[in-house]
């Protein structure tokens, strides 16, 4: 559980989410509460600033504090404090809570029923300008007088909130809403991890089956991103591996067939000279040597395959003139052509490229596709081999105006032992290994062999070789 792909999307997605979202809350809660501190500390120093303003304004006006406690107790409602005015010797002349009035009152005085006066009091002395100046004075102004004292306490007498607890508050609903964005965005993830690996696992069930032989595994993916191109490139290769598996049954079961006739044949007749049902003369002899052939030719031609699929064939190649090959070809196959009453003719242009190629490989895939070709013609049919320079290569074609391949066989025209018509026997259908060892010639060459073909009218066998430079 702990390695699993889904449990570290998950992990990996709740680290970014809480990293993201804690450094946001962090970085807002302090902005924010610094930013009500300030404001709080403005508002309150402007408020107590209106406070004094209208004092002094009231007692230059009057000469007294008589008449002051309506206003005091006005302002300590108005502004949430505890406002308490005193005189010069500290006798309470104002208080918004009315509970001193005429008491002498000093903050540092023990015994008051008075709340303790914060240390951000305010204790604010009041002076007339000289010359009738509206501006207070400094207490040290040698021309002025002491008309009070004024302590306004910071404390909340009305239940309002300060700017402290505020920024605590905003800090609470701050940490709250980070908790409940966590909570969501890891349910979110939770479900995002469930989706991302659910097909990862798909995948990894499949493979496993896979590997246990099931080749008809497949994985239907609908994603149509990295997901389900990984899902494509699955099901292909899971496609190959079980068309591949199926090749080398049929292969094996191709190769048991073919050397079971000869091997049978071989015995028959050993058997039949044993018993004495027929002498061991000239006519025999040539019989056993005609099948011993066939399963030698038949053995050449798997282990040439198999090293040609397995890029261990070797090549001498050199630069050689097509045109020389192509004749030398189509000379070993006039005689076969006459018998089956096939026209075979070449079609050559002149000045062709010498091309780099093993003569020897290159003229068994001729022989090869003009065994082909000539096989599959009727007689008065014709046959014929030309050679065309495209870039640096060069494409000898073998047409023929044969019976012509079915378009749904045309896929399978090159795998071993695949024969069109599963009727023929090997005198007219060969062990049906011709046209691969063609292909894998030609693929070892570095060109390509292609076939195109139409039922009634014949068929066109093309392959590549490469241009000497």
Same mark, same amino acid.
């Given at each position: 559980?702990? #390695?699993?792909?889904?449990?570290?999307?998950?992990?990996?997605?709740? +680290?970014?989410?809480?990293?993201?979202?804690?450094?946001?809350?962090?970085?807002?809660?302090?902005?924010?509460?610094?930013?009500?501190?300030?404001?709080?500390?403005?508002?309150?120093q402007m408020r107590f600033s209106?406070?004094?303003?209208?004092?002094?304004?009231?007692?230059?006006?009057?000469?007294?504090?008589?008449?002051?406690?309506?206003?005091?107790?006005?302002?300590?409602n108005l502004y949430g404090h505890? /406002?308490?005015?005193?005189?010069?010797?500290?006798?309470?002349?104002?208080?918004?809570?009315?509970?001193?009035?005429?008491?002498?009152?000093?903050?540092?005085?023990?015994?008051?029923?008075?709340?303790? @006066?914060?240390?951000?009091?305010?204790?604010?002395?009041?002076?007339?300008?000289?010359?009738?100046?509206?501006?207070?004075?400094?207490?040290?102004?040698?021309?002025?007088i002491t008309p009070g004292i004024?302590?306004?306490?910071?404390?909340?007498?009305?239940?309002?909130?300060?700017?402290?607890?505020?920024?605590?508050?905003?800090?609470?609903?701050?940490?709250?809403?980070?908790?409940?964005?966590?909570? +969501?965005?890891?349910?979110?993830?939770?479900?995002?991890?469930?989706? /991302?690996?659910?097909?990862?696992?798909?995948?990894?069930?499949?493979?496993?089956?896979?590997?246990?032989?099931?080749?008809?595994?497949?994985?239907?993916?609908?994603?149509?991103?990295?997901?389900?191109?990984?899902?494509?490139?699955?099901?292909?290769?899971?496609?190959?591996?079980?068309?591949?598996?199926?090749?080398?049954?049929?292969?094996?079961?191709?190769?048991? #067939?073919?050397?079971?006739?000869?091997?049978?044949?071989?015995?028959?007749?050993?058997?039949? /000279?044993?018993?004495?049902?027929?002498?061991?003369?000239?006519?025999?002899?040539?019989?056993?040597?005609?099948?011993?052939?066939?399963?030698?030719?038949?053995?050449?031609?798997?282990?040439?395959?198999?090293?040609?699929?397995?890029?261990?064939?070797?090549?001498?190649?050199?630069?050689?003139?097509?045109?020389?090959? @192509?004749?030398?070809?189509?000379?070993?196959?006039?005689?076969?052509? @006459?018998?089956?009453?096939?026209?075979?003719?070449?079609?050559?242009?002149?000045?062709?490229?010498?091309?780099?190629?093993?003569?020897?490989?290159?003229?068994?895939?001729?022989?090869?596709?003009?065994?082909?070709?000539?096989? #599959?013609?009727?007689?008065?049919?014709?046959?014929?081999?030309?050679?065309?320079?495209?870039?640096?290569?060069?494409?000898?074609?073998?047409?023929?105006?044969?019976?012509?391949?079915?378009?749904?066989?045309?896929?399978?025209?090159?795998?071993?032992?695949?024969?069109?018509?599963?009727?023929?026997?090997?005198?007219?259908?060969?062990?049906?290994?011709?046209?691969? @060892?063609?292909?894998?010639?030609?693929?070892? #060459?570095?060109?390509?062999?292609?076939?195109?073909?139409?039922?009634?009218?014949?068929?066109?066998?093309?392959?590549?070789?490469?241009?000497?430079?």
């Amino acid at each position: 559980m702990l #390695h699993s792909f889904r449990f570290r999307l998950l992990v990996a997605f709740a +680290i970014v989410v809480l990293v993201a979202v804690g450094a946001v809350s962090f970085f807002v809660s302090r902005t924010t509460g610094g930013e009500i501190q300030q404001f709080g500390e403005r508002s309150e120093q402007m408020r107590f600033s209106r406070v004094e303003f209208e004092l002094y304004r009231y007692y230059r006006a009057r000469g007294s504090w008589e008449g002051i406690q309506p206003s005091v107790e006005q302002w300590g409602n108005l502004y949430g404090h505890r /406002i308490i005015l005193t005189d010069a010797n500290g006798k309470v002349v104002a208080d918004s809570d009315g509970k001193l009035l005429g008491q002498q009152y000093s903050s540092s005085v023990p015994g008051k029923r008075l709340p303790p @006066i914060s240390e951000g009091s305010a204790a604010l002395r009041l002076f007339p300008g000289p010359g009738g100046s509206n501006l207070p004075r400094a207490p040290s102004s040698p021309e002025g007088i002491t008309p009070g004292i004024l302590y306004i306490n910071p404390q909340s007498s009305a239940g309002l909130p300060s700017p402290a607890s505020l920024s605590q508050s905003v800090s609470r609903f701050l940490l709250w809403g980070a908790l409940m964005a966590v909570a +969501i965005a890891l349910l979110f993830t939770f479900f995002l991890s469930r989706r /991302i690996s659910a097909p990862v696992k798909a995948l990894v069930f499949a493979t496993r089956q896979l590997g246990q032989g099931d080749l008809s595994r497949r994985v239907m993916l609908k994603d149509r991103g990295e997901m389900g191109e990984l899902a494509q490139a699955f099901n292909s290769m899971a496609g190959n591996l079980e068309r591949a598996e199926k090749l080398q049954r049929n292969m094996v079961a191709d190769v048991a #067939h073919e050397l079971r006739t000869p091997l049978s044949n071989i015995r028959g007749y050993l058997e039949a /000279i044993r018993d004495g049902v027929v002498k061991p003369d000239v006519e025999a002899i040539r019989s056993l040597d005609e099948e011993a052939a066939l399963l030698s030719r038949l053995v050449d031609d798997l282990q040439e395959l198999s090293l040609a699929e397995a890029g261990a064939l070797k090549l001498d190649c050199q630069k050689e003139d097509i045109s020389d090959v @192509i004749k030398q070809s189509v000379d070993t196959k006039k005689a076969q052509a @006459i018998v089956k009453g096939v026209a075979l003719s070449i079609n050559l242009p002149e000045n062709l490229p010498l091309v780099d190629i093993d003569s020897h490989r290159i003229k068994q895939v001729l022989g090869n596709l003009l065994d082909n070709a000539i096989a #599959h013609t009727e007689n008065g049919g014709s046959v014929v081999v030309s050679a065309d320079k495209q870039d640096n290569r060069v494409m000898v074609s073998i047409i023929d105006t044969g019976e012509g391949i079915p378009a749904e066989e045309l896929g399978n025209i090159f795998e071993r032992f695949y024969r069109v018509d599963k009727s023929r026997t090997r005198s007219t259908g060969g062990y049906g290994l011709g046209l691969t @060892i063609a292909r894998r010639l030609v693929e070892a #060459h570095g060109g390509r062999i292609e076939v195109q073909s139409e039922v009634g009218k014949g068929s066109r066998f093309s392959f590549t070789v490469p241009a000497q430079t």
